[in-house]
């Protein structure tokens, strides 16, 4: 297994002028999705449906992280009315803002996972840490931003 150094290797360069992220804050997507405390199961499904969304964070009226849910916490057995805020963990799945993103990236390698909530030292939800599919970089607002702009457009194939 690499150690921290080497896994920041894998982060694609930044275009000159830019600054490498150093840690989550600097990788982070800042306009992630949340459901409030009040959701229920069924609205966590809704959101999971879209395959880019692999992580449903419930915040409450604060922005404080109640919970993180994935697919794999969402069993048949879990009924729709279920309350969200009682299913999921934070476990494993939140980070601070000032940890390196070389340990980060180093956890999710380890985990398989994808996605990292990033919080203040008060639970506050401050943005989500998106690994790319490649594993080779985090995304972006932009990119998010993006990606929401053409949901619908029609794509045209060579």
């Known amino acids: 297994m690499g150690t921290p150094s080497q896994f920041a290797s894998l982060l694609p360069s930044a ?8 840690t989550a804050r600097d990788a982070m997507v800042t306009i992630p999705k949340t459901l409030d405390q009040q959701s229920d199961v069924g609205a966590v499904r809704r959101q999971l ?8 964070l419930i915040v409450d009226e604060h922005r404080r992280l109640l919970t993180t ?5 969402l069993s048949s057995s879990v009924p729709d009315s279920a309350r969200a805020v009682d299913v999921g963990r934070l ?8 940890m390196p993103i070389s340990d980060v990236t180093s ?6 996972e994808r996605r990292m909530a990033v919080t203040d030292n008060q639970g506050r939800l401050l943005g989500l ?15 998010v931003a993006a990606r929401v702009h053409d949901i619908g457009r029609p794509r045209i194939l060579p």
């Open 15 to 22: 275009p000159k002028g830019v600054r490498e992220p150093g």
């Open 107 to 112: 956890q999710l390698d380890r985990t398989g």
């Open 129 to 143: 840490l998106c690994l790319k599919q490649s594993r080779r970089g985090y995304c972006s607002d932009d990119g």
């Open 91 to 98: 476990a494993g799945r939140t980070t601070r803002a000032s």
């Open 49 to 56: 449906v879209d395959d880019h969304v692999h992580i449903v």
């Open 69 to 73: 849910i994935t697919r794999s916490d």
